[in-house]
């Protein structure tokens, strides 16, 4: 169950996410590549990181298990799902985790959200 985040923050957090993979869909269908500078300073990318940014370090923490919980880790290996959860305790460590994770971010929040909406 959540309590740092809600729902509705979360969706937010998949908007993004839908945003910037539309973004970068567009580019690799025009051929276009990016610089680092480019990455960086891509202005969907950048929202998504404010946002994170914006949310509470608990919230960041939910959310980041929440994603855990949709990629199955929990599942797989509690031990390891909860270490991952405990290592990402500060705003930067905890927003790089995520961004680094955007191809499937999306993916992962829908399915834990399901998993969390079907928990009794």
Do not use: W
């Amino acid at each position: 169950m959540l309590s740092a985040i809600t729902p509705v923050q979360v969706e937010e957090v998949i908007i993004l996410l839908d945003r910037l993979s539309e973004a970068r869909q567009a580019r690799a269908t025009q051929g276009t590549t990016q610089s680092a500078e480019d990455i960086i300073n891509d202005p969907e990318r950048r929202a998504l990181a404010d946002y994170l940014y914006g949310l509470s370090d608990a919230a960041r923490k939910e959310l980041i298990a929440l994603m855990l919980l949709g990629r199955g880790d929990f599942e797989h290996s509690y031990p390891s799902a909860l270490e991952t959860c405990s290592k990402y305790v500060d705003a930067d460590d905890q927003v790089i985790y995520l961004m680094g994770k955007t191809v499937r971010l999306a993916e992962y929040l829908r399915i834990g959200l399901d998993s969390i909406a079907r928990m009794p």
